[in-house]
């Protein structure tokens, strides 16, 4: 168990609808990593906040948002959604900024847009 | 731009055997490099992290990994696979060095074990 929660573990909805995923990281690690794994590309890197603030963008799209609240916890937005959104979520935690600091993985969120 | 390659999709050892995995990475300057383990239905696991120094590195479970600047290459090995290992392994680089957190991944290289 890493210390990192996600809900819901599955969500099953349809195109066009919106959605929202949440995170709660490890105590005391202030960033929040958003990662996307699906089967044609792979794991790619969405989002990075640290302690609320949005620290670096990846290939996340214009239809996905994210935030970090002040107790730390983040939501990831997914709207207007596509057959191709359907993939897993990943949220990871990490103390600080750096990419030396170890990223603790939570379970993931299984999407499946129909 | 920085990126992973690892070579092998799927690979199969017996158990007992010695087990090598492949990774080649793309980066300008000194790289970040890490190893995950992804077992079914679970998150990613940190397996080992190289920033500098001795370029063998020790990890969990009985994993290692070496980097070798000269071929780009940072190859997770274990001397003897249990039947617990089968799950899938990343390689990753640090997306841009200190300031900036996120991971570049390769596409992974799922491994089975045969009893």
């Known amino acids: 168990d890493s210390g990192v929660t996600q809900t819901p573990k599955h969500l099953i909805t349809a195109t066009g609808q919106r959605v929202t995923l949440r995170c709660s990281p490890r105590?005391?690690?202030?960033?929040v990593y958003w990662y996307q794994q699906s089967l044609d590309q792979g794991l790619q890197f969405l989002i990075q906040?640290?302690?609320?603030?949005?620290?670096a963008k990846g290939n996340i799209l214009e239809r996905f948002s994210a935030q970090q609240f002040p107790d730390l916890h983040s939501e990831l937005n997914l709207s207007s959604l596509e057959l191709g959104d359907s993939a897993l979520y990943f949220c990871?935690?990490?103390?600080?900024?750096?990419?030396?600091?170890?990223?603790?993985f939570g379970p993931g969120t299984r999407l499946l847009v129909l | 731009a920085q990126s992973v390659t690892q070579p092998d999709i799927h690979i199969t050892v017996s158990e007992g055997a010695s087990l090598e995995l492949r990774c080649n990475y793309s980066y300008g300057a000194t790289p970040y490099l890490f190893w995950y383990v992804q077992s079914p239905g679970q998150g990613l696991q940190l397996l080992l992290k190289?920033?500098?120094?001795?370029?063998l590195v020790q990890g969990i479970k009985g994993f290692e990994a070496e980097f070798k600047r000269s071929q780009s290459s940072f190859n997770l090995r274990k001397p003897s696979v249990h039947w617990s290992d089968a799950a899938e392994y990343f390689c990753?680089?640090?997306?841009?060095?200190?300031?900036?957190?996120?991971?570049?991944f390769g596409k992974g290289t799922k491994l089975s074990v045969k009893p």
């Open positions: 906040y640290y302690n609320g603030e949005e620290r």
């Open positions: 190289y920033f500098s120094g001795d370029t």
């Open positions: 105590s005391g690690d202030l960033s």
């Open positions: 990753a680089v640090g997306g841009y060095g200190g300031s900036q957190g996120n991971l570049i």
């Open positions: 990871a935690s990490s103390i600080g900024t750096e990419v030396k600091e170890t990223q603790y």
